[in-house]
């Protein structure tokens, strides 16, 4: 698994930002990242009414005026300006171009926030996590800062290796404990005369555990596996409801899950971890 050397993250200009470079921060502090790219896209076409009016009004280029609004948000946060970080103003054009450009720079892994009242993550948000082949960190405004313990949501499909290596890897850094967590999706509540329901799920859980023995064996993960029954609910909101009781500071996921179609930019768990309101930060894996 490649390490987390290389981050891009998308700021909004507005007060959210300084909270998640705050936030991140706290992870730079302890990893020491290569290098940190500030991306700030404007939804404006090149050729647009508005984006001419805009720029006639101000004393120098429209780029030049965001980017100081970003420098000194940087100063303001890390004290000054790091050679090793990065701005990235996206004038006009369509996202699809922006998320060309992020793939091409090959990131370790792409930051976004959240604003503590809005409803959902946002379109945009919402499409750049669908879109990027990056690792996506979502972190909703005001997330804790310590990483006492991280949600590790195994379903035992081809992402969950990979789950496993990036816990490990944070874990080890922050001192974290590591919490692997999967979900005994039973299905009950569609059919309620279901005979021998203990039976069923004592044969869920016993594969499960088993599969993980074998993650363990390969991976060299310790701590045992918690099996959770869906109860019904949606396998999202009983991720989530876990993390929240065991007060977790992180959720890392697949991008997909073993029921997911082939097409799917993103799978239907993560898709409802990063659109309800949640407190939890969510990392959403990608393959390699």
């Known amino acids: 698994m490649k390490p987390l050397k290389k981050i891009g993250i998308f700021l909004d200009l507005s007060e959210t930002d300084e909270f998640l470079l705050r936030y991140f921060k706290k992870l730079d502090d302890v990893f020491d990242f290569d290098s940190l790219t500030l991306i700030h896209f404007v939804a404006l076409e090149n050729d647009s009414e508005d984006l001419a009016s805009l720029t006639q009004q101000l004393p120098k280029p429209l780029e030049e005026v965001?980017?100081?609004e970003v420098l000194e948000l940087v100063e303001k946060v890390f004290g000054k300006k790091k050679s090793s970080i990065h701005i990235k103003i996206a004038l006009g054009g369509k996202l699809d171009g922006l998320i060309k450009w992020v793939d091409g720079e090959q990131f370790n892994l792409v930051?976004?926030?959240k604003k503590a009242k809005e409803s959902g993550t946002g379109v945009f948000s919402s499409k750049v996590i669908r879109l990027t082949d990056s690792d996506c960190l979502f972190v909703p405004e005001e997330a804790k800062t310590?990483?006492?313990s991280i949600v590790l949501a195994l379903d035992?499909?081809?992402y969950t290796e990979k789950v496993v290596g990036r816990g490990q890897n944070l874990a080890n850094n922050l001192s974290s404990q590591l919490?692997?967590?999967h979900?005994?999706?039973a299905g009950f509540q569609y059919f309620p005369y279901f005979k021998n329901q203990e039976k069923y799920l004592k044969t869920l859980r016993n594969n499960a555990e088993s599969t993980y023995k074998k993650i363990q064996k390969k991976t060299g993960l310790q701590p045992e596996l918690v099996c959770v029954e869906d109860s019904g609910n949606p396998i999202s909101q009983t991720i989530h409801n876990y993390a929240?009781?065991?007060t977790?500071?992180?959720i890392i996921i697949g991008n997909k899950g073993i029921g997911d179609e082939d097409d799917l930019l993103i799978g239907s768990v993560a898709e409802r971890l990063i659109s309800a309101e949640r407190q939890v930060p969510i990392l959403i894996v990608k393959p390699d």
């Open 66 to 68: 965001l980017e100081d």
């Open 111 to 113: 930051v976004l926030g």
């Open 146 to 148: 310590e990483f006492e």
């Open 156 to 158: 035992f499909s081809n």
């Open 179 to 181: 919490l692997p967590l």
């Open 183 to 185: 979900i005994l999706k």
């Open 244 to 246: 929240a009781k065991h």
């Open 248 to 250: 977790a500071n992180l």
